[in-house]
């Protein structure tokens, strides 16, 4: 199954065929309102951790080097995923952040492991349960 997936910046106005708007920054961006900014959810938890995100704003670190390391930190803790894959399976989600420069930010890296995790589920799903249900399918052979 296809899963829609959409980064945008956060002062963008909210269009209806955004689906689920998350706000995934651990920093609620200044003078914005909750009202205003027409918000699903706002999901710190899967956004880059504070030690990762000061390295990469002070320029301690690369790009590169943050991509890496953000990749790292999602594959230590995919329960971090599970709230956004909700949202996903039910249409599409629009992720959404302060930063100026999507492509530079995390949601890139954040989309890739968020449709890895579909797939990888989607996948496990197809996979028999049990044994005798195996044996069921695969009794013509």
Known sequence: MAHDIVLKRLYQPAQPEDGARVL???????GQPREALALTDW???????PTLRRQYHQQEISHF???ARYRGELRDHPEHLVPLM????????????AAR??????LPEL???LLKALRDEDAADREPASPPCYAQEHKDL
């Open 24 to 30: 995934v920054d651990r920093l609620w961006p200044r």
């Open 65 to 67: 080097v943050f991509a």
């Open 43 to 49: 999901y710190r938890d899967a956004s880059p951790s």
């Open 111 to 113: 989309r890739e492991a």
């Open 86 to 97: 909700r949202h996903a399976r039910r249409g599409r989600l629009t992720l959404l952040t």
């Open 101 to 106: 420069n999507i492509e530079a930010s995390h």
